[in-house]
């Protein structure tokens, strides 16, 4: 089984609508975050986590939230979703804080909005 | 504040010949530079990370890359391309000022000719 998975693998989704991303994770990792992939723009940083209590904004926070509901889950959402948030969207977890640790990437979500 | 430029979103060489990816990062602190690899419809998947020590550093799959403090350059080379090497690959910096933050290049696909 995969060690980061994420819900649902695609997704489309009209204008305006309230849509949720899940993450879950048996890595064990206290750390998890939530990335966006758009072309020629590599991964940005929407949010992370250092743990359950601590919620911290990324680079590209607008319009999205995020609840860490414990450990091993992360999730995201869009509260009033828009065309320019179609994307592919990542989670990912570390184990320590130290910078030169290695994220582990879960599968993606394809999102688009209409 | 860091930075990653990959120079070339898109290259293209036969099976057989050197795959050369070039990568460039800007940084006020020394850095942490990865490489990871993305498979069609799969997550990214580190391929090689330099942290401190040597210079050249050797990953999965045959890939290596060298870090270059003078050229602030950490390019990704294998002597010989596969078939399956085709993906796209993302460049990522952190350093200990950013924490554990990983900040991307745009990405490169590399594209394996028959």
């Known amino acids: 089984d995969a060690d980061v998975t994420q819900t649902p693998r695609n997704r489309i989704t009209k204008t305006g609508k309230r849509i949720m991303l899940e993450c879950s994770q048996t890595?064990?990792?206290?750390?998890m975050y939530w990335y966006r992939q758009d072309p020629g723009l590599g991964l940005r940083l929407i949010y992370y986590s250092f743990d359950v209590k601590d919620i911290n904004k990324g680079e590209i926070s607008d319009g999205y939230s995020v609840s860490r509901q414990a450990q091993a889950k992360f999730s995201l959402s869009l509260e009033s979703a828009i065309p320019n948030q179609t994307a592919l969207y990542f989670c990912?977890?570390?184990?320590?804080?130290?910078?030169?640790?290695?994220?582990?990437f879960g599968p993606g979500t394809r999102l688009l909005v209409l | 504040a860091q930075s990653v430029t990959q120079l070339g979103s898109h290259v293209s060489v036969s099976e057989g010949a050197l795959v050369l990816l070039r990568c460039n990062y800007s940084s006020s602190v020394p850095p942490y530079l990865f490489w990871y690899v993305q498979y069609p419809n799969q997550g990214l998947q580190l391929l090689l990370k330099?942290?401190?020590?040597?210079?050249l550093v050797k990953g999965i799959n045959g890939f290596e890359a060298e870090f270059k403090k003078s050229e602030t350059s950490f390019h990704l080379t294998k002597p010989s391309a596969h078939m399956s090497d085709a993906a796209e690959y993302f460049c990522a910096v952190s350093s200990n000022n950013a924490g554990n933050m990983l900040t991307f290049g745009g990405g490169t696909r590399l594209m394996v000719k028959p």
């Open positions: 330099y942290t401190t020590g040597a210079t």
């Open positions: 990912a977890t570390s184990d320590l804080s130290r910078p030169q640790e290695t994220q582990y």
């Open positions: 890595k064990g990792h206290d750390r």
